[in-house]
Antibody, heavy 122, light 108 residues
């Protein structure tokens, strides 16, 4: 059974760096074809993809946020970490991590974490 | 960048068919995935690769994709289908995932 859970601060100040951790079970990020992505959703708004990391350490980022994002994995801990620099109130959102089952960029997200709400405010 | 346009809302009576569209330039050449999101919950994959259903998703959910429009069809709509629905593709030209604007399905 695949499960994912996001953790991190619920409140960050403008200009600070956000660090979110996705801890998962039921799969290994050392297995060929597997990936973990991050998606966010501002309150009342649509989903927005942020980043994706694959088993082979291939990384993809949203073009509009690429300069602010870093995604890494710790295979031994079954964790994926997303950092986002220079946080702004418009970055207030629920942040989800999700599992991708395919060794392709043309992939879906078949398992999602419950999400964590991050508020950016001074 | 690639844009996926969905109608903001669709209303449907119980037992009827709901069709949710996802418009994009030549989207028929891409693989489309669909998600259902109920209030306060994480999205759930309901259709992948245009028309495949994950295990546990009712056969009432189906998908198609051609030309500039992909469609999620929900047959014999039930009250429990009331949710937001999002389409998603990979845009190879900009090398990133794209989600649609989302459609709220209301069961009358």
């Amino acid at each position: 059974q695949i499960t994912l859970k996001e953790s991190g601060p619920t409140l960050v100040k403008p200009t600070q760096t956000l660090t979110l951790t996705c801890t998962f079970s039921g799969f290994s990020l050392s297995t060929s074809g597997v990936g973990v992505g991050w998606i966010r959703q501002p309150p009342g708004k649509a989903l927005e993809w942020l980043a994706l990391i694959y088993w082979d350490d291939d990384k993809r980022y949203s073009p509009s946020l690429k300069s602010r994002l870093t995604i890494t994995k710790d295979t031994s801990k079954n964790q994926v970490v997303l950092t986002m620099t220079n946080m702004d109130p418009v970055d207030t959102a629920t942040y989800y991590c999700a599992h991708t089952p395919r060794a392709s960029t043309v992939t879906d997200f078949d398992y999602w974490g419950q999400g964590t709400l991050v508020t950016v405010s001074s | 960048s690639y844009v996926l346009t969905q109608p903001p809302s669709v209303s449907v009576a119980p037992g009827k068919t709901a069709r949710i569209t996802c418009g994009g330039n030549n989207i028929g050449s891409k693989s489309v995935h669909w998600y259902q999101q109920k209030p306060g919950q994480a999205p759930v994959l309901v259709i992948y690769y245009d028309s495949d259903r994950p295990s546990g998703i009712p056969e009432r959910f189906s998908g198609s994709n051609s030309g500039n429009t992909a469609t999620l069809t929900i047959s014999r709509v039930e009250a429990g289908d009331e949710a937001d629905y999002y389409c998603q593709v990979w845009d190879s030209s900009s090398d990133h995932q794209v989600f649609g604007t989302g459609t709220k399905v209301t069961v009358l």
